[in-house]
């Protein structure tokens, strides 16, 4: 089954650009998602990605997919104090429920 | 169009004990997830119910059972408590099955701790 990997902390400065990267073991996973989890919160659907996809852009959201490696980040651009919270990374493939990381904690200072 | 639904928001149990949670899904959503949140594991998928039927179960001992209701409402049970059941149980809803969309969509999660 699927397998997903990210570090898990990141701290940027406010008006910077944040990367949150996320390994996936599975190839055959068909869409790849980022959620964010505010304190307190439950987790928000941020943007998602078919396997397809080499990049998909929303706003100040840009998710890459390097399908060859694995390899899927979340690149937020001006990162803002609201911005803090933990992101997760999750796949989906086959008849298995979606499976997450264990969330990138992401810090933001003013 | 009301959220995810989920109660209590908060409790407190002792070892042994047995805790019922409770989740409304959004209106229309057939699907309901649960999953099982701790600082060292991460998210950890419970089970899905759809239209009152178990489609998946995580590996997660007998203690943890869940069901829904025709309304689409959704229990899950923990019996016989452990310290390590201390965590946030969140529950999801989505249109389609859990294991056709990762668009899902989440309730604030009821926190359970176990003294």
């Known amino acids: 089954g699927e397998d997903v990997e990210q570090s898990l902390f990141l701290s940027v400065r406010e008006g910077d650009s944040s990367v949150i990267n996320c390994t996936y073991t599975d190839s055959s996973s068909t869409y790849l998602y980022w959620y964010k989890q505010e304190p307190g919160a439950g987790l928000q659907l941020l943007t998602y990605i078919f396997s397809n996809m080499d990049m998909k852009q929303d706003q100040r959201l840009t998710v890459l997919l390097n399908k060859k490696d694995k390899h899927l980040s979340l690149r937020i651009a001006d990162t803002q104090t609201g911005d803090s919270a933990i992101y997760f990374c999750a796949g989906i493939s086959g008849n298995t429920p979606l499976v997450f990381g264990k969330g990138t904690r992401l810090s933001v200072i003013a | ?115």
């Open chain 2, 1 to 115: 169009k009301a959220g995810v639904t989920q109660t209590p928001r908060y409790l407190i149990k002792t070892r042994g004990q047995q805790v019922t949670l409770s989740c409304s899904p959004i209106s229309g959503h057939r699907s309901v997830s649960w999953y099982q949140q701790t600082p060292g594991q991460g998210l950890q998928f419970l089970f899905e119910y759809f239209s009152e039927t178990q489609r998946n179960k995580g590996n997660f001992p007998g203690r943890f059972s869940g069901r829904q209701f025709s309304n689409s409402r959704s229990e899950m049970n923990v019996s016989t408590l452990e310290l390590g059941d201390s965590a946030l149980y969140l529950c999801a809803s989505s249109l389609r099955p859990a294991t056709n969309t990762g668009e899902l969509f989440f309730g604030e999660g009821s926190r359970l701790t176990v003294l």
